[in-house]
């Protein structure tokens, strides 16, 4: 009876330091509600992507800020209509340490990926790709959108497949307990 008594309270003491338990239970609503939480956070074995002017950026680029990893396509209706919204998570929490980061999935005409932009009111998100869709694959990508959320040392803490409502005051709330961290 002791033994499993231990096992217990090892398994509670291991549960209280994961990135799950410093996200408080009732800030998990909303589309929030859908947020998969990393057991344990994990380093990307691929990190590069393309940037708007073809030269090669790195996750790792953004060391010391909490990343909102986003995938997204032109073709994709529900990443149209949650851009905005990711647009104003930036402009809420870009200057406390938080950098949304979209990465446009497979092949795309740099020419439609301005226009999404210019339709959406984009006014200061990345226009980088994933064209050969390494970096999604390796994160475990399936369908879009899909979103993960990376701490400060570049570790996978959290992801949410499908569309989201980034501005939502309970997503700000998460995203603010992730930059405490």
């Not at 680029?61 to 994709?76: E, I, Q, R, S």
């Not at 994933?130 to 369908?143: F, N, P, S």
């Not at 570790?155 to 309970?170: F, K, R, S, T």
Request: aromatic share 8%.
């Amino acid at each position: 009876m002791l033994r499993y008594l231990a096992f217990g309270l090892y398994g509670l003491t291991a549960t209280l330091a994961t990135p799950a338990a410093a996200l408080q239970p009732e800030l998990l609503t909303g589309t929030m509600g859908r947020l998969q939480v990393s057991e344990t956070p994990w380093q990307p074995e691929v990190e590069t992507f393309a940037r708007e002017d073809s030269t090669r950026g790195r996750l790792s680029d953004y060391a010391g800020k909490v990343v909102v990893l986003n995938f997204w396509a032109t073709w994709c209706a529900p990443c149209r209509a949650e851009m905005p919204s990711l647009q104003a998570l930036d402009d809420a929490l870009g200057d406390d340490g938080l950098e949304v980061v979209t990465v446009a999935f497979g092949r795309h005409n740099p020419m439609q990926m301005k226009q999404f932009w210019e339709q959406a009111g984009i006014t200061s998100l990345p226009l980088h790709l994933d064209a050969g869709t390494e970096l999604a694959r390796a994160l475990g990508v399936k369908g879009l959108p899909h979103t993960l959320i990376l701490n400060r040392q570049g570790e996978v803490v959290a992801q949410l497949a499908g569309e989201a409502d980034w501005a939502a005051p309970e997503t700000i709330a998460v995203m603010k307990a992730f930059l405490s961290q």
